[in-house]
């Protein structure tokens, strides 16, 4: 039953990225995608548009713009963590922007621009990946990888990770549920439908 309510939740959380534009399985990008919204922590609104990303303060003034660099546009809905950092996926590299606007790193893949698929915010503020659907990478609060899980062989991620409250990252197959733990291990797996 445990593992059945989690389906079922994880099931839910995956439509609602899918309607974001951001399905983790490297989908072609959306016409939302480029203008899709988060809240920060702090009550600020954040706004990607196209090449662009905005944020409006509680009161509707226009708290800081950010432009990606190099003519690389908005690939998925931004996320927040609970820093107030704002994670935003281009065609090219990740972006972390700072609760003020600035940029504080980005981060490029070594296997291309198309690798990054889906991404969460760990509950320590730092941020995971996943790439090319075979593996689940953590980066630090500097954009530098600190761990990489992967899949097991024949295995293919088909949804975005769903982080949980206890630090435990969810990914998808066709298959099989995997929980991740904060350190990179696997913490459980269960075959999708099997009690």
């Known amino acids: ?8 939740m994880l099931f839910g959380l995956g439509l609602m990225q899918a309607a974001c ?11 939302t995608a480029g ?4 809240t920060l922590p702090s009550s600020t609104v954040v706004i990607g548009d196209e090449a662009k990303v905005l944020a409006y303060r509680p009161d509707g003034r226009l708290a800081w713009t950010f432009s990606l660099p190099g003519g690389d546009t908005i690939k998925a809905a931004p996320v ?3 820093s107030s950092v704002t994670y935003v996926r281009g065609r090219q590299e990740l972006y972390a922007i700072g609760p003020d606007g ?3 790193w980005q981060y490029k893949h070594q296997g291309g621009n ?3 698929h889906g991404i969460t915010p760990l509950t320590d503020s730092t941020v995971a990946l996943t790439i090319e659907d075979r593996s689940l990478v ?3 609060s500097e954009g530098k990888p600190r761990w990489t899980w992967n899949l097991p062989e024949n295995e293919k991620i088909i949804a975005g990770p769903v982080l949980t409250a206890s630090s435990i990252v969810y990914l998808r197959t066709a298959k099989n549920l995997y929980a991740v733990d904060s350190s990179g291990n696997l913490s459980w797996s269960a075959e999708i439908g099997v009690p």
């Open 114 to 116: 198309d690798a990054i």
């Open 102 to 104: 600035t940029l504080l």
């Open 35 to 38: 203008v899709a919204m988060v």
């Open 80 to 82: 927040a963590a609970l």
């Open 1 to 8: 039953m445990r593992h059945g309510m989690i389906i079922i």
């Open 21 to 31: 534009g951001d399905s983790g399985s490297a989908p072609e990008r959306s016409d």
């Open 138 to 140: 953590a980066l630090s």
